[in-house]
């Protein structure tokens, strides 16, 4: 008995004895197809370089936010390094939740990344930065190319606000066919139970020289009531609620939006660039590659030029570390490796989205699918302030969209959705003026809804619901290898062949009628 506790002192004391394997935990989010083993290969290529192991863990989009706040403040389990939204910086910054990284901005080299990008790395006006760019989410307007084609629209083609309703409206008089014979939606918008709101409507609010808010002498205060900020909502609400241009929007989600212009049963979408990886990648593993849009092909739109210009949204994700672990040489070892431009090239290439690094997105450039979405974001990119503020902000401005769509979708008399609109954003201009700490009072009849229903809905078409024809079609996104148009000679042909076929049924039976008659 001895000798086998002896025996069992000795292997604890072997075993303690031995190097005990360091392991660090990362936490990341599922970024596009096949991200979860991209970010495990780059683990176990930085376990071979350092020896130390590295722990994935996947939070789902959903739940990251929360489930990151509690872990800053200590509560469960805190990762090493994680994924952050490029909004979300500010917030965490602001509250001491996340270790500057000062030391490494030498290291990482600040100069590498577009300028765009790096603003967001720190809290406005302070210059500590707490996070590095990772990748860049960018919004822009994809197409089907095949009906483009047939329209002799290019790739890069610039238009108009006006230009581009009036393409819309020839896509939807030409009436390009799916393989059940419905005609095609033009364009799509989220405009239920939806999060992608204020991304989507953004670029029409730019481009016409508004914003959501604005920086004056007392701070940070609400830009929603400017004449420019109504005329960019009004040009959104236009498009949301036209039922000829977007004939599903006011009951469908950004996801449900995108798996319509992936089956080819919507011409136009506000995408994001992973939509281009898709393509090659087979649907049994989440891509495009055998779907009807990917045999349809795609183009790339820059936004119509507004009063202001044109401009895409760019947002993204960074990497960061946690205050609790500020002294963890191992982690900032970790996400210089990540950010590193090999590695982030090669997990961005995986992923679809575009490398927040500014030599890797030239080379990219050089690939013609990206070269117009890239050329977008280096001279009409524009990003939400990075605010402390802006994410109560923009919960704000997404509970605002949503409220939009369900106005729309259920209220058809037009005075009536009129006022539930301008009420809805007035009282969202009070929300976020009492979010950057001022009180814009109550408006009940006062002059300013008198303005805000004047300028919202100057000159825009918001017909009642009874005399616009939705499109039918099936709700499950099927997809067409070849794209039919319905020309107004065809419409002739077939009037007049079917009058013949008609004449030709009477001549018979009137000669039957009276050679019956004839012989009796």
Known sequence: MKKIVWCCLLFAGFALSLPVKDTLELWVMPNGPGAGNAIRE????????????????????????????????????????????????????????????????????????????????????????????????????????AVLSALGINEGEQFTETGFRSLLQEISDREFLNPQGFPMAPFGLPGKDDWTGPQQAAPWI????????????????????????????????????????????????????????????????MGTSEIIRKLDIPIAENGLKESFIGQDGILLLPFPNGSNGHFSFVGGSHLAIPQLKFKNAKARRLLRFLVRADNMDRYTRRIGFLPADKSILSVRAADSRYHYLIKEIEKNGRAFPNIPKWGDIENELIAMFNRFGEILRNQSDEKIRASLLTATLLETHRKINLILGHDSGEYQGTVDTVFVKKVLFAERSFPPFEQRKAITAPDTVQATPEVKSKSVWVRIIVILASAGVLGGVLFLFQKLYFDRKKWR
């Open 42 to 145: 780059l683990g176990n290529r930085f376990e071979e370089e350092t020896k130390i192991h590295v722990r994935v863990r996947l939070l789902d989009w959903s739940e990251a936010f929360s489930e990151i706040d509690r872990a800053l403040r200590g509560e469960g389990n805190t990762p090493d390094v994680f994924q952050l939204g490029s909004t979300w910086i500010s917030l965490f910054a602001s509250k001491n939740l996340l270790a500057p990284l000062g030391s490494m901005v030498n290291a990482v080299d600040s100069s590498r990344f577009l300028e765009l990008s790096w603003e967001l790395t720190h809290v406005e006006n302070k210059s500590a930065v707490f996070s590095v760019p990772w990748f860049l989410d960018v919004r822009m307007l994809f197409a089907n190319k």
């Open 206 to 269: 730019w481009s016409a020289g508004g914003d959501f808010v604005k920086k004056e002498s007392e701070g940070w205060v609400s830009a929603l009531l400017d004449s420019a900020t109504l005329d960019g909502v009004g040009s959104y609400l236009e498009l949301l609620g036209n039922l000829h241009f977007s004939p599903y929007s006011l009951r469908e989600n950004s996801t449900q939006v995108t798996q319509r212009f992936a089956g080819s049963e919507q011409v136009f979408l």
